[in-house]
């Protein structure tokens, strides 16, 4: 069983930059595909982008492709998502999550093992 614990969030003004940072329990975390996604009050949870086990490949939803960058240190067991150039529109609540299809899949139902998020939000 995976245990993953979300950090970094915070307040941030826009055009700022934050890291966010995953850390996983379990010996198995380098075979899975790993993801970020976010939710904004009153919105559907989205995806915002993946990376496969030994992060060789990314993928990013549109919104955010040349801002946000995903990365993995599997020696530390963590994921990260550096955001840059960051709008009012990226405030949500960020999870991460393990792939239990394709890190291609932006279906939430393919995801498991979510953790508890954390906020991030843009000021204008």
């Known amino acids: 069983q995976v245990q993953l614990v979300e950090s970094g969030g915070g307040l941030v003004q826009a055009g700022g930059s934050l890291r966010l940072s995953c850390a996983a329990s379990?010996?198995?975390?380098?075979?899975?595909?790993m993801g970020w996604f976010r939710q904004a009050p009153g919105k559907e949870r989205e995806f915002v982008a993946s990376i496969n086990w030994n992060g060789g490949s990314t993928y990013y939803a549109d919104s955010v492709k040349g801002r946000f960058t995903i990365s993995r240190d599997n020696a530390e067991n963590t994921v990260y998502l550096q955001m840059n150039s960051l709008k009012p529109e990226d405030t949500a609540v960020y999870y991460c999550?393990?792939?239990?299809?394709?890190?291609?899949?932006?279906?939430?139902?393919?995801?498991?093992?979510w953790g508890q998020g954390t906020q991030v939000t843009v000021s204008s």
């Open positions: 999550a393990v792939s239990y299809s394709s890190m291609y899949s932006i279906r939430r139902s393919e995801w498991r093992h």
């Open positions: 379990g010996r198995t975390f380098s075979s899975y595909d």
